[in-house]
T-cell receptor, first 113, second 115 residues
């Protein structure tokens, strides 16, 4: 069973601060990593994916991947109250079912004004 | 359509009843996934279709769960003799799956409550 672990939070940051969300995974051979945002009562929405070691930036979001440490993180710069949501880390299955995702339980982020 | 749709959005069933949950994927999307999300948890994989073929059903928790996609578009997840532990949000996701970078788009989910 592939494990995806996230710090459960809740994480609370003031508006304008950097929010840092962390995730570790058990399958050393995993190749594809995703961050989803889920507002309360809504479905997950993809915000970033990363395949290569290093950083990937998209607007206020930066995903960081370290395959040697089996660690992936998401940084949110200039956090806004609208960023308040649960952030789900997901790892793609390497087996025959392309696209099958293993999710962590999510980190709840609250950005207060 | 504009996105993945699911119906009903909410379903309350008495223990022992059968339920059927419907998913309409984005038109043209080859891949369709069903996930189960319990309260406070991340989604867990149930089953996967490529067109009409069910290629992976290893996540279905028991033989009370059955899914189909007979014409390669709409899919139905059926749960027989529902139990309280089946209470969860059932999410459907679809993707083009032409490359391994294709995004999975999730539907709004069906919240099932078994009394």
């Amino acid at each position: 069973q592939k494990e995806v672990e996230q710090n459960s939070g809740p994480l609370s940051v003031p508006e304008g601060a950097i929010a840092s969300l962390n995730c570790t995974y058990s399958d050393r051979g995993s190749q594809s990593f995703f961050w989803y945002r889920q507002y309360s009562g809504k479905s997950p929405e993809l915000i970033m994916f990363i395949y290569s070691n290093g950083d990937k930036e998209d607007g206020r979001f930066t995903a960081q991947l370290n395959k040697a440490s089996q660690y992936v993180s998401l940084l949110i710069r200039d956090s806004q109250p609208s960023d308040s949501a649960t952030y789900l880390c997901a790892v793609e299955d390497r087996g025959s079912t392309l696209g099958r995702l293993y999710f962590g339980r999510g980190t709840q982020l609250t950005v207060w004004p | 359509g504009a996105g993945v749709s699911q119906s009903p959005r909410y379903k309350v069933a008495k223990r022992g009843q059968d339920v059927a949950l419907r998913c309409d994927p984005i038109s043209g999307h080859v891949s369709l996934f069903w996930y189960q999300q319990a309260l406070g948890q991340g989604p867990e994989f149930l089953t996967y279709f490529q067109n009409e073929a069910q290629l992976d059903k290893s996540g279905l928790p028991s033989d009370r769960f059955f899914a189909e996609r007979p014409e390669g578009s709409v899919s139905t997840l059926k749960i027989q003799r529902t139990q309280q532990e089946d209470s969860a949000v059932y999410l459907c996701a679809s993707s083009l799956r032409l490359t391994n970078t294709d995004t999975q788009y999730f539907g709004p989910g069906t919240r099932l409550t078994v009394l």
